[in-house]
């Protein structure tokens, strides 16, 4: 009797969803299950940063409506995080959007800029998200391939002119989720004079913008000359402050970009709860020591990973940041499968390539998200099944 409007249709369900349902099927059998499948950080919020929220939570302010887009003293704090960390200079009144963590933004910018069959360039492999928000509007995706010879960066000289010129928006993620590729000022640069000359609308996700490794701090796309006129960046606290569950994200940048998604949100949620904004300005504004923690944490266990990878004889390319590793998956298995056999045979779980799109079959993403004990455990019994010869 319930008639689903067309647009569900194309809205495919939470890829991770059937991951946690394989990974508990096997926990309710009592298995001791290594989940390094999904993108969960496993630290706390710091503390600090926590008794903010309980202190403000009293506020009786808070316990109205909040304003429209949010209170400005937390547009503010992003603003002053972004001139300190990247010299990036932003009105907090025009150019900051607040969100419920960048997931809202990257499915809204679509249904702010595609009518139904415009074009929407979508990297692959990719976060599935993008896909969810080109499918809302009713958007097409035109893929391109983040190939290992790459560097997992897209070949944009290899985008069809004309395709180009039809296309209205166009997704990029460095540090890169499901890669663990990182982006330079250079290929931004040439981000910008495609989007220039093609017209197109720049979303650069920046979730794992903390994360680099080998002492390299990942580039923000509004560093480069002439970002602001062409796109805009998602921000988020979900991985800098270990607040995922927060909710917290920002989308940075061209103003108009910038108001058209303020208007979604107004609509959908009026703005944030207002304990969560003024905690989430302390994280922005106050003590960074725990985010350069953090990112020299994830590094340990990269290398910790990695050491364990070689001993099994598993090869593959250590990431320059975000907390994934995408490893190649041995002869005679699709991602899927390999990822099934890992699961049943070895309690591991990992993500299979396949789930980030069609270039993502061969490979499969490992997170960061245990510590270096754990890792190193699932590393040698995965090195068990004796598929690697080492
Ligand atoms: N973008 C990428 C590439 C991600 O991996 C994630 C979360 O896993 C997000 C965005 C969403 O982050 P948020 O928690 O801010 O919604």
Redesign the pocket.
């Known amino acids: 009797r319930i008639k689903p409007a067309d647009r569900m249709e194309g809205l495919p369900t939470q890829f991770f969803a059937k991951l946690v349902a394989k990974a508990n099927a096997q926990i309710a059998k009592g298995r001791d299950v290594i989940n390094l499948g999904q993108?969960?950080p496993d630290q706390p919020t710091p503390p600090h940063i926590v008794e903010k929220l309980q202190e403000a939570a009293a506020n009786p302010l808070y316990h109205k409506y909040p304003p429209f887009s949010g209170y400005a003293f937390l547009k503010e704090a992003v603003a002053k995080r972004y001139k300190e960390d990247y010299g990036v200079e932003l009105d907090p009144a025009t150019e900051v959007a607040i969100?419920?963590?960048?997931?809202?933004g990257?499915v809204e910018i679509s249904q702010c800029l595609l009518n139904p069959g415009d074009i929407c360039l979508v990297p692959d492999p990719g976060?599935p998200?993008y896909w969810s928000g080109v499918a809302l509007a009713g958007g097409e995706m035109s893929f391109m391939p983040l190939l290992e010879k790459n560097s997992y960066l897209p070949d944009l000289s290899a985008i069809d002119p004309e395709l180009a010129n039809r296309a209205k928006l166009m997704f990029m993620?460095y540090p890169?989720?499901p890669t663990g590729a990182v982006a330079g000022a250079e290929f931004y640069e040439d981000v910008v004079q495609f989007a220039r000359a093609h017209d197109v609308v720049v979303a650069s996700?920046f979730?794992?913008g903390a994360i680099g490794y080998d002492g390299v701090k990942p580039v923000s796309f509004l560093q480069t000359p002439g970002a602001k006129e062409v796109g805009v960046e998602?921000y988020?606290?979900?991985?800098t402050y270990n607040m995922?569950g927060w909710?917290?994200?920002f989308a940075l940048g061209n103003a108009e970009v910038v108001a058209m998604i303020n208007l979604i949100q107004d609509h959908y949620y009026c703005s944030l709860f207002g304990g969560i904004q003024e905690a989430a300005a302390l994280a922005l504004t106050g003590p960074q020591d725990c985010v350069a923690e953090l990112a020299a944490r994830y590094e340990r266990r990269r290398n910790a990973l990695f050491e364990a990878l070689d001993r099994i004889g598993w090869k593959a390319e250590r990431p320059g940041g975000?907390f994934f590793c995408w490893l190649p998956v041995p002869d005679g298995y699709t991602s899927e499968q390999f990822a099934d056999k890992l699961l049943l045979e070895a309690d591991v779980v990992v993500a299979p390539g396949v789930g980030f799109g069609t270039h993502g079959e061969g490979y499969v993403r490992l997170g960061l998200l245990s510590d270096e004990a754990r890792l190193t455990e699932a590393v040698e019994r995965i090195g068990k099944l004796g598929l690697f010869g080492g």
């Open positions: 993108g969960n969100l419920f963590g960048g997931k809202t990257l976060y998200d993620n890169n989720n996700d979730a794992y998602f988020t606290l979900s991985k995922a909710r917290v994200g975000s």
